[in-house]
């Protein structure tokens, strides 16, 4: 399993501080390119989010990877690449269950968009400072 771990945080300032970028919908860029072997799954491992509201269940959607949910016809028919769930101000993480990635062939990424969405598959508002999801990646165990 390789670990991939991504956050909303932005580069320091000129004095020191951290900078974040929106929490609920950001790009995670790479310097080299992330491969994803044929028959690939993905997990999230672990995750950090702060919730200015109470602690709410967020669905992690990440559309630049070929996986399709049927969320979607919860929300209205909106295509949706939701890899896992996670509960806002959590102190220890919930389990996940590896999602395919539905690829035949390798494929790579230079970035994956991250969307933190609610129940209703929109964007979660009330989301602060750090988002920072841990993600798991390995090839589907039942096509070794």
Known sequence: MRLLIVSNQKQRASDGSVQFGSANDFIA???EAISFKPYSQI???????????????????VPNLPVRSNMGNVVGGKSTSIVGVVISDLENNMPNQWVDLNNQSEFNLNELQI????????LSSGLTGVTEIIFGIRKDPDRQ
């Open 29 to 31: 860029r790479f310097s």
């Open 43 to 61: 997990c999230i491992v672990a995750y950090t989010m702060e919730d200015a509201n109470n602690s709410k269940l967020h669905y992690v959607n």
């Open 115 to 122: 969307q933190i969405l609610n129940q209703e598959g929109i």
